[in-house]
DNA sequence: TCTGGGGTCCTAGGACCC
DNA sequence: TCTGGGGTCCTAGGACCC
């Protein structure tokens, strides 16, 4: 017996979460993002619905591109605290309909089947529907073609001008396996797989590996010496479609904490950055302690007017949940950056003790 | 149009020890 | 005097993801 693995992906997230509680806005482009305030500067758009997409307006784009772009658009303030609810919502919906849930962020999940993957994707569809809500499901032998599916799911489901592809495509479901791996990923770039980005892509291009197809022919000991003993063989499975095929049910025990805050205008006195360098500490200090977890380690991150990105971090000499010691270490290590240039951006990480003794 | 915030994991180099 | 090889800890940086 076949064991499916499917993701279940919400479709545009915050924005459909918004539409349950303001009908009125259903079908408009509504942009979702910083404090629905366009003309605020330094904050970007979280999420776009279609219709706003449509305009060209994508998540990650400056508010105020995302105006001049849609100038009719309705901005909306990013309300996490409601998001999440939602999010439980639907995780415990995805529980009920399909047992076992692998939650991987706030609006997408794996679930297995060992029977009928598409009457199981029809019936998750049909569960996320009452709730006001709708996703796209890929189905994969393992997670990610499963990932990748919801992608064409999504590509085939939505837009009606899209040709219809014949293997495996049913509005809003796909299925993606070894089967239809070479045809439909074959000749796609390398970053479209879960786990290449921009930059593996860039170099897989300088060593001629271009599409799926190449990284499949490629050597292994060849990408391994370019890319490290592990990332190597790992790019090489995936460009062949293999992956984890096991749900990971118990909720993640965090390994770090962090807070980082993009400032509306650069700071350049040494004394403020130490101010806000300490309420930052303080305040992610604060969650660790509401968490019961102790840290380990603090990292202080400095990015500069231009976005020039740079972290130090010292070990505590004993794990501590001592907010002074804390926030102290934190300064300590602000006070090893030459603040000699205008501040955009400060964050403070802290790593924390394993669960398990 | 200048580029958010919160995460995870991997790699590499130096220090230090045997 | 012209120099080993491994293991582990620590820090910095890179890359990816939602």
Known sequence: MPRWLLHVDLDQFQAAVEFRRRPELRGQPVIVGGEGDPSQPRKVVTCASYPARAFGVRAGMPLKAAQRKCPDGVFLPLDMATYEAASEEIMATLARVAGAVEVWGMDEAFVASDSDPWQLAAEIRSAVTELGLTCSVGIGDNKLTAKLATGFAKSTGKTSAEPEHDAGAAGGIFQLTAANWTELMGHRPTDALWGVGARIAKRLAELDIATVADLMAADRQRLAAEFGPNTGPYLWVLGHGKGDTELTTTPRIPVGRSKSETFPHDLTDPEEIRREVARIATEVAEEMLAHNRVSTRVSVTVRTKTFYTRSKQRKLPQP??????????????????????????????????????
């Open 320 to 357: 501590t949940s001592d907010i002074a010691t804390i926030v102290d270490t934190a300064l300590a290590v602000i006070d090893r950056f030459d603040l000699d240039r205008p501040v955009r951006l400060l964050g403070v990480r802290l790593e924390l003790l394993p669960l398990d003794e």
